[in-house]
T-cell receptor, first 113, second 113 residues
Framework: AQSVTQPDIHITVSEGASLELRCNYSYGATPYLFWYVQSPGQGLQLLLK??????LVQGIKGFEAEFKRSQSSFNLRKPSVHWSDAAEYFCAVPTGGGNKLTFGTGTQLKVEL | DAGVTQSPTHLIKTRGQHVTLRCSPI?????VSWYQQVLGQGPQFIFQ???????GRGNFPDRFSARQFPNYSSELNVNALLLGDSALYLC????????????FGPGTRLTVL
């Protein structure tokens, strides 16, 4: 079954530093892939999506992600982190034929000032 | 444009009671999905409804049920509440049935005592 793995449960970076959050997928064909962000007590906001085509995807809030088939990865990156980026980040893949999303376990990002 | 709305925001129930959660999708969206997010975990898929019919169901007991109305809003019902049902319940809407980006509401925080 299709799934995603987020190996890092917690990550701490300093404000202004670069960020990379890892996501590995398990899927035979080219998957659709999503990154969502969740602030404390809030719903999920879509950061970016990959369906096909250009493997470098630009999203909102200065985030980007690169689809690498050879590594089965879809890592999220940001060149310079802001304190407001502190949140939980989820990678997700549609499974089951409809638009059911299967989420990773999430990565909690802490930003040190 | 209004995003996905959910009501109520918070809810406290006791074991054995019944609860109804409500969701209004983005205007023009015909698909509504429900997710349960237990503290510290990623969201887990419960149901998808499209054009008022159930199109997908996750691994949840029959105590969980849902429906979609002609205006595409949706209700999630949970009977015989257990302590383990305490979670954030998220509703997501999308334009159609297949794999695509979904837009999430702020969620309903259910506490079962």
């Amino acid at each position: 079954a299709q799934s995603v793995t987020q190996p890092d449960i917690h990550i701490t970076v300093s404000e202004g530093a670069s960020l990379e959050l890892r996501c590995n997928y398990s899927y035979g064909a080219t998957p659709y892939l999503f990154w969502y962000v969740q602030s404390p007590g809030q719903g999920l906001q879509l950061l970016l999506k990959y369906f096909s085509g250009d493997t470098l995807v630009q999203g909102i809030k200065g985030f980007e992600a690169e689809f690498k088939r050879s590594q089965s990865s879809f890592n999220l990156r940001k060149p310079s982190v802001h304190w407001s980026d502190a949140a939980e980040y989820f990678c997700a893949v549609p499974t089951g034929g409809g638009n059911k999303l299967t989420f990773g376990t999430g990565t909690q990002l802490k930003v040190e000032l | 444009d209004a995003g996905v709305t959910q009501s109520p925001t918070h809810l406290i129930k006791t074991r054995g009671q019944h609860v109804t959660l409500r969701c209004s999708p983005i205007s023009g969206h015909k698909s509504v999905s429900w997710y349960q997010q237990v503290l510290g975990q990623g969201p887990q898929f419960i149901f998808q409804y499209y054009e008022k019919e159930e199109r997908g169901r996750g691994n949840f007991p029959d105590r969980f049920s849902a429906r979609q109305f002609p205006n595409y809003s949706s209700e999630l019902n949970v009977n015989a509440l257990l302590l383990g049902d305490s979670a954030l319940y998220l509703c997501a809407s999308s334009l159609s049935r297949g794999p695509q980006e979904q837009f999430f509401g702020p969620g309903t925080r259910l506490t079962v005592l």
